[in-house]
């Protein structure tokens, strides 16, 4: 470590949405704001960042605006200076393996944003290298630092599902094409030779959600689609949407459980959150999305009958229960990122590493893969 009581980090795409808001603001930030990172024995560990990108008037803007001593848009010269002990990288998926590899080679650290390369084998590399060199290294899992998810992994280690049949995902919204409404997403998110598909992008999610609250993945049916075939850039350029912007899964999982997850950006929204999990056990239910968790139990469930001829009167919603918040949930990034400072400085736990993230990509190729074929594929498991 550069000193006993700082931790250097070099943050390299801080200019994008996620780095920037979530990574710099609300994370690191966030963490230097309040003094730092306590440790197991009591002692603080601060943070000291150091931005790099490609534009320097965005870095000189953001570290003007924030209180930022250093920035840089050299990588090469960070990664060479012995005071930076991390290198976190949230740049577009196509550029992280090689920014990944140059990091592992000067012996940095590493926590990088998923998916962590764009096929199973560049992953699965980056898993070994860092092995091979001893490097640590950490991979965002922040959909399982969400108050709801945390409310549901309660429910689960309670026994209050019994036997878990089956998991259904709903995750999505209207992205708009820009032609009109600008798009809320960036146009590279689209186009298969950027990087782009909702099935890189949220197949890597699902999967570490789904291995760390129900069993491993062993298999996946999926069909993809590009259901707007064209959208507007972001200087208002018609182009051809080349990605998918859809995926339906069927994913099979270790102990017998049945997951089935739509992902969509061409949806629009009739639920309360934009993401929600339907769990159905043999004793209970539970329905949870980002912050709230609502349950059926088995001795509160009604005995539905099906009768087309006469209109239901029935208020099912009401049969659920809000799980109540007992605790203050803070950010899950920063909350992820806090732990991972922790690995650093005391060696603390570390599940989310490069070969979790080489599992997500395994799950989206192989969904590629299946969609492409019409065909049922099984995950081999995945060994550094």
Known sequence: MSAESTIGIIMNGVSGRMGYRQHLVRSILAIRDQGGVTLSDGRRVQVRPILVGRHEDKLRDIADRHGIEDWTTNLDEALADPRWDVYADFLVTEARVPAIKRAIAAGKA????????????????????????????????DKLYLPGLRKLKRLIDDGFFGQILSVRGEFGYWVFPGDGVPAQRPSWNYRSEDGGGIVLDMFPHWNYVLENLFGRVESVYAQTVTHIPTRWDEKGQAYAATADDAAYAIFGLAGGTIAEFNSSWDVRVNRDELLELQVDGTEGSAVAGLFGCKVQHRSATPRPTWNPDIPDGHDYAADWHEVPLTQEFENGFKVQWEEFLRHIAE???????????????????????????????DLPEVTA
């Open 110 to 141: 590493i926590y990088t944003e998923k998916p962590t390369a764009g096929n199973f084998q560049d992953a699965l590399e980056l898993a070994r290298l860092a092995k091979e060199a001893g490097i640590k290294n950490g991979v965002v899992h």
């Open 347 to 377: 060696d603390a736990p570390n599940p989310y590493d490069f070969l979790a993230g080489a599992r997500g990509v395994l799950l989206a190729e192989k969904g590629l893969e299946s969609a492409a074929k019409g065909a049922r594929l």
